[in-house]
């Protein structure tokens, strides 16, 4: 958040705790109507003004009865509405939301300095994680004053709303105050008609000439007419007054709300934001330690590797050398082996030769078998042959 943003945000905070101190007046009487009768001197003549509007002989004056009390308070609603148009802006409560969005996305785990970067880290040229993370930080940070900056526009136009609650309120409660007087004054003129003014037209009408009765009989019929017109104009009068009552409550709670989103907003800016910022920028300066002392810790550990993994290597170079050193030109073993493995030759040699005279003696024995069931087979053949022939030349 910058300077300037946390100055407006603090010169902000005398105003919101003076909005905040205002007390909305209650409505007077408890929304009780108080007749001519029993109205104190000022009231009474406030209720005399209004009757003195009404002509009875006039339905505008009816019909417009009471009209005259609104015409303020349409202006000044019709003047908060044109603001509410006019704002370009999102909700309040968006920007809170977006700030605790940017907060969340960033994640003080990418600050692992052990962590190795993937295959694919490396292959699409990413960041080591603290690199990473200070750009994250960056970007978070202008994210940050980005959205305080909403913050405290946001403010602003939320004190002007309630200021102009204030003025809505006012001239609401002066409006349903008037409505009373309308309505006393309704009424009176009601009792009045029906205890005085109608009486005395219908006796006039009785008392007339015949040539003037049919006159003052249709006059008779307008007053009768225009008093159940006032009758109710009252009525609505006490409808519109009943709406008022229930929008006094209704200012408030809006405006209550706009007052807490106010305080909260404040708090965010004035406290909450330099909190997250403390711990942000504590976050990069915990982790450059880290990483300074990582550094410092991976040199010592190579220092004693190299220191072991020399001890191991002369240690196992030593006993090479004084191993070879202390062979003769030929091991005992290698000679007992090859000695056993001649022994072995000459004796296969030996028992294969014997194997070759013995088969070679069985094979001379089978050859003169065969020869001479060769020859036994050849002498029955002839014999056979020549005792056929003998046989054949006979029967000749």
Do not use: C
């Not at 009816?62 to 303020?72: D, L, M, T, Y």
């Not at 968006?94 to 605790?100: A, F, H, Q």
């Not at 307008?222 to 929008?247: C, F, G, P, Y």
């Not at 194997?355 to 056979?384: I, N, Q, V, Y």
């Amino acid at each position: 958040m910058t300077e300037t943003t946390r100055e407006k945000a603090a010169l902000a905070l005398a105003e919101i705790e003076s909005v905040s101190a205002v007390i909305l007046p209650e409505p007077e009487d408890a929304g009780a109507v108080v007749a001519l009768g029993e109205a104190d001197p000022a009231k009474a003549d406030a209720i005399r003004t209004r009757m003195a509007e009404l002509d009875m002989s006039d339905t505008g004056s009816i019909v417009q009865f009471g009209s005259r009390a609104q015409a303020e308070l349409q202006t000044i609603s019709q003047e908060m509405l044109s603001g509410v148009k006019n704002k370009d802006v999102g909700p309040a409560g968006d920007s809170l939301r977006n700030i605790v969005t940017t907060i969340r996305g960033f994640s003080v785990s990418e600050l692992d300095v052990r962590r190795k970067r993937s295959f694919w880290d490396k292959l699409l040229g990413r960041a080591a994680p603290f690199s990473k993370f200070v750009a994250r930080y960056e970007e978070v940070q202008g994210q940050i004053d980005k959205v305080t900056d909403d913050l405290l526009s946001h403010e602003h136009k939320l004190l002007k709303d309630i200021k102009s609650l204030d003025i809505l309120y006012d001239k609401t409660l002066d409006f349903y105050n008037e409505l009373a007087l309308y309505i006393a004054a309704g009424e009176e003129k009601l009792r009045a008609l029906d205890a005085t003014e109608i009486p005395a037209l219908e006796a006039a009408v009785e008392g007339a000439a015949e040539e003037a009765k049919v006159i003052r009989a249709q006059e008779l019929r307008d007053l009768r007419a225009a008093r159940d017109d006032l009758e109710r104009r009252v009525h609505d009068l006490k409808l519109t007054r009943q709406v008022t009552m229930q929008s006094l409550p209704s200012i408030r709670l809006v405006q209550e709300n706009d007052k807490s989103l106010v305080t909260k907003i404040n708090s965010t800016l004035v406290n909450t934001v330099p909190l997250w910022e403390t711990q942000l920028a504590q976050a990069v300066t915990i982790q450059r330690s880290a990483e300074a002392a990582g550094a410092v810790r991976e040199a010592n550990d190579l220092t004693n590797e190299l220191l072991t993994a020399n001890a191991r290597n002369l240690r196992e170079a030593n006993q090479i050398v004084r191993e070879e050193m202390e062979r003769g030109v030929f091991d005992i073993e290698a000679v007992k082996t090859a000695n056993a493995e001649l022994i072995a030759t000459i004796e296969d040699s030996l028992r294969i030769a014997d194997e070759g005279k013995r088969k070679r003696a069985a094979a001379e024995e089978d050859l003169r078998k065969m020869e001479s069931e060769l020859r036994e087979t050849l002498a029955s053949a002839t014999a056979r042959a020549d005792k056929t022939g003998a046989t054949i030349g006979g029967s000749v």
